[in-house]
């Protein structure tokens, strides 16, 4: 016959004291579209991938804006210094259709910058890089 108490086996009152599982679970941040968009920006404006790589992933506008800043590689790292990292990704959504974002990049003891837009390509819907700035202009 079952009572209305619960043991120390039960799961509501059970306490892991096992270290090899952490005591709460760990949740990954949902990678979206800005955080594949900053990676790829980084790699062609640090001159470790050309430009042409975002050729369909960006409007006409925003792929001669990045074939002007790519062959000066304004994130390239200094001679001998590390390649720089992707920190963190900003975003905000205007619009179902928009997304802004921003991207803090690692670039040896400095902290560089860059922004961008998403839009949603008609037909597809698929997204598509519509501008980009930088921290500096060169």
């Known amino acids: 016959m079952k009572t209305g108490k619960r043991g120390p086996s039960s799961r509501t009152n059970a306490r892991r004291t096992d270290s090899r599982r ?53 994130l390239r790292p200094p001679p001998g210094g590390r390649a720089p990292v992707l ?17 803090r990049i690692g670039a040896g003891d400095r902290t560089r910058a860059f922004a961008f837009r998403l839009d949603r390509r008609p037909g597809d819907g698929r997204w598509q890089c519509s501008a980009v700035e930088l921290d500096t202009v060169p």
């Open 22 to 74: 952490p005591a709460r679970r760990i949740t990954a941040r949902r990678r979206g579209p800005q955080d594949w968009f900053a990676e790829q920006l980084l790699l062609v404006l640090s001159g470790q991938r050309p430009v042409h790589v975002m050729l369909g992933h960006a409007h006409q506008r925003a792929y001669e804006q990045l074939s002007r800043l790519a062959p000066r590689a304004p």
């Open 87 to 103: 920190v963190g990704v900003g975003v905000c959504r205007p619009s179902s259709e928009a997304i802004e974002a921003f991207a």
